[in-house]
């Protein structure tokens, strides 16, 4: 395959996924804006196996591991694997994070509640903080604590914004240890009650995730224009997002929970300028 087909397909997979991350990307250059496409698609296809409810454990795991040998062989046909071996080669793409990103899948695989937010934050960074990681070699600043991060704040979003979806797969990322002391049951995630407790709880763990949010943001002042653009946009949307989540009294249970079309395009068009 063609490198300017897999990219051309990585770019399309991205606009069709990424519900915020598309929306920061296309303001990079092209080769930027490609490379992180790729490491996207990565990421996108460790979660799509781990999630996958039609493949049985020993499936996912095989198909995850298969994919951590395909980084160190030749990528064959697969839009992805030939986009990320040009990103790698190109930007110096360090091979840890990928490597994360695999051992984050297979965590899902074999844990589905963590005792506390210790446990939790390793979870992030193997996950979100991770894809952090391998995109700073692209953006070109050497700051992957900061970069790590920042991911970590996205993923702390991303968990309150999807527990009843996190729930139907058999998940609860919400540490065990601040349920029992907020007075939260699962029985009351299953039912998806709307109470004080749960408000109490969710409170917490936003301002949590703001705090890393806030720290993140720091790698700003390491980026030139465009990545700065770039990350601010989808870092302004996330902090978008937990404020309309908080707006609603923490309902993640009604329906999903998203930011319109022209939000995003304001907020997007803020970062750049």
């Not at 080769?31 to 996108?44: E, P």
């Not at 969710?202 to 770039?230: E, I, K, P, V, W």
């Not at 993640?252 to 022209?262: A, E, I, K, M, R």
Request: contains cysteine; negative net charge.
């Amino acid at each position: 395959m063609r490198t300017a087909d897999a990219y051309a397909e990585v770019e399309r997979l991205t606009r069709k996924r990424a519900r915020n991350f598309a929306y920061g990307i296309m303001l990079l250059p092209r080769a930027k804006r490609q490379a992180i496409a790729a490491v996207y698609a990565f990421a996108r296809e460790v979660d799509d196996v781990a999630d996958d409810a039609e493949l049985a454990p020993e499936e996912k795991r095989a198909r995850l591991e298969t994919l951590r040998a395909a980084l160190g062989g030749e990528p064959g046909d697969d839009a992805m694997l030939v986009a990320l071996a040009d990103a790698r080669a190109r930007f110096g793409i360090p091979d840890r994070p990928l490597n994360d990103l695999i051992d984050g899948g297979l965590q899902d695989l074999d844990q589905q509640r963590y005792a506390d937010f210790g446990d939790l934050e390793g979870y992030c960074r193997r996950v979100a903080g991770a894809v952090g990681v391998a995109c700073v070699a692209v953006y070109g600043a050497d700051q992957p604590q900061r970069a790590e991060k920042l991911g970590v704040a996205l993923q702390l979003i991303n968990i309150i914004r999807d527990v009843r979806e996190d729930w139907e797969l058999g998940r609860v990322y919400l540490p065990q240890e601040e349920l029992r002391s907020y007075g939260v049951s699962e029985d009351e995630i299953a039912a998806g009650r709307l109470t004080p407790a749960w408000q109490a709880l969710m409170a917490f763990q936003a301002a949590r995730a703001r705090a890393y949010l806030h720290d993140g943001l720091t790698l700003l002042g390491y980026l030139d224009n465009r990545s700065r653009a770039c990350v601010g946009t989808f870092a302004g949307l996330y902090g978008a997002l937990l404020d309309r989540i908080e707006r609603r009294g923490f309902d993640v249970f009604d329906g999903p929970v998203s930011l319109s079309l022209p939000a995003k395009l304001r907020i997007a068009g803020r970062a750049l300028l």
